[in-house]
């Protein structure tokens, strides 16, 4: 089995290459290469297995030199994040729109159309949500970002329908705990909360206690994105929304205080951003029980998101956090 | 004001052309210039504001020798029909997806947005329609080419809201009547019976009397395309599903046999292709007040619609069809 992961030293990458190194194998099968493709690879361990494409997606003579000897799955996780795509339309363009259709585009093969795991964003969706939301809620995409996410799933879906790529997107929520450095995501507050709490630092939170985001652990993700492999005799349905764990920040912090004492509480405080919380502090709850029919998952609970999300081992206090984001510990 | 047509040789693209000379201006502004984009130019009238652009359109540098100069609107209408791109893939690709995003990339001018407006199509809609439709319908393109007909229309509304090309998206009907000639079109049937039955022909209709469809001609279409070019002050709205006549075949022949007599009836048989049946033949009644509302409209009738595609001087006699298809005439 060969097995392709581009943005192999993001941080899903990371997460995602050392996992399949450890099991092995992907869909039954052992992995006997595993083609790494990123602009650094510092971040990957040594492997046997490790076959290392240095350089930028955009190079679509990199991207044929990776695939010359064929692959089976690939897991195409590499993009400009959200904020830097929408300052930087071009890069956005070149790296989210026009090198993932290149790819899509050399995988094409129908006598035995590899399988392409895509890591889509619910950011398709726009800024407009209903108060409650299904996994039919159409998109529409308000930031560049995301009209070529929306572009890329239509174009995979399409040569799925035609049988030449055995493709699957899936739609991730913020993943956390990113590593504390500019990443140009407009949702890095997200982790940055997690570190600074764990940490014991202090920090201005950009949106309101009362804001709710979708989250999920890298943890969680990498579960998903490997789970989204696995999958077989899939029809037309192509594209699924993750289950996700629907939060808001004073849930987060009443599960931070559980697992690192209430004390770090008073180092929190608040300076919403209207625009911020526009963008990430109004996502309603969502149902997906197509995807969970699947085996997609979230972390659980505030408490298995905070596990996966900052490695920690076990759980120490409990704490209790009402609707309106009343802390009170028992 | 500069003017650019794409596909100008085409069966709408002649008489888009014709119209523009002949009024000799758009959004109020006298035409100075009018560039001219095809592989063949021969169905051009002579004319001093012509600027001949001979070649295909996924030649990026032909594209900027015609736009060196600048242009203030373009309609964007070659394209290689659904047929035509399902059978080869790649060529509907660099034609129908990567030439229309290159045209978008060239146009880019925040300071002063080009206005362009785009030939979509209901093909975007897809296969499986409900009983009734309105201008919400979500997209579902189960063909390439409507799949990059709608991920075409989603980088217009991406730049449109960067204030970057002020770009309009028309989603066309089948439009009659065509040349009778090859041309990769699976809706070819349509004007196939108009010319047929016009010239007293014996005709094999591929769908049955019942089968309901969406018409529309070609003037009408170009009256549209003028129209998306004057509309200002356009907010998010980018894309509109025009105004169609929802017929069937019995109700295209009970207008036919009024125009040109009901003896050429006789000469009309019927031989169902499922596949086409299910394409062409399924389409229901739509709702598009919107688009009424900006100015979009259909042909206004049957006789209207053979009228304008058939470029009839008046009418004949009358004849009333039945919603069951049954003709009887007064």
Redesign the interface.
């Known amino acids: 089995m060969r097995v392709m992961v581009t943005g192999a030293n993001g941080f899903v990458g990371r997460l995602l290459v050392r996992r399949l190194l450890e099991t092995g194998e992907v869909r039954g099968r052992r992995i006997e290469a595993l083609l790494v493709l990123d602009q650094a690879l510092d971040g990957l361990p040594e492997d046997a297995r490790l076959r290392r494409h240095h350089g930028s997606i955009t190079d679509a003579a990199l991207l044929r030199r990776a695939l010359a000897d064929g692959v089976d799955v690939v897991f195409h996780l590499v993009s400009v994040p959200g904020g830097a795509a929408e300052a930087q339309?071009e890069l956005g363009?070149q790296v989210n729109?026009q090198a993932s259709?290149e790819l899509l585009?050399q995988l094409r093969n129908p006598n035995r159309p590899p399988v392409l795991v895509y890591a889509s964003s619910v950011a398709v969706y726009g800024g407009e949500l209903p108060a409650r939301m299904d996994e039919g809620q159409?998109a529409s995409?308000?930031l560049?970002y995301a009209?070529h996410k929306?572009?890329v799933e239509?174009?995979l879906?399409?040569l799925a329908?035609?049988g030449e790529v055995d493709g699957r997107a899936l739609r991730l929520p913020g993943i956390v705990a990113r590593p504390r450095e500019p990443n140009g995501l407009r949702s890095a507050f997200m982790s940055d909360l997690l570190h600074t709490y764990a940490a014991g630092e202090a920090y201005t939170c950009p949106v309101s206690p009362e804001a709710c985001a979708w989250w999920m652990s890298a943890r969680c993700c990498v579960d998903n994105l490997l789970r989204a492999a696995e999958l077989d005799d899939l029809g037309s349905q192509r594209i699924w929304q993750l289950p996700v764990l629907h939060l808001s920040i004073a849930q987060v912090l009443a599960g931070l205080a559980d697992s690192f004492g209430a004390d770090n509480l008073a180092r929190i405080a608040f300076d919403p951003d209207p625009q911020l919380e526009a963008l990430f502090g109004r996502y309603p709850p969502l149902r997906s029980p197509q995807a969970r029919e699947l085996g997609f998952c979230h972390d659980g609970s505030v408490a298995g998101l905070l596990r996966n999300a900052l490695d920690l081992p076990s759980r120490r206090n409990r704490c209790v956090v009402s609707r309106k984001g009343v802390f009170s510990w028992p």
């Open positions: 339309y363009y729109l259709l585009n159409p995409p308000q560049s009209a929306r572009m239509i174009a879906q399409d329908r035609r």
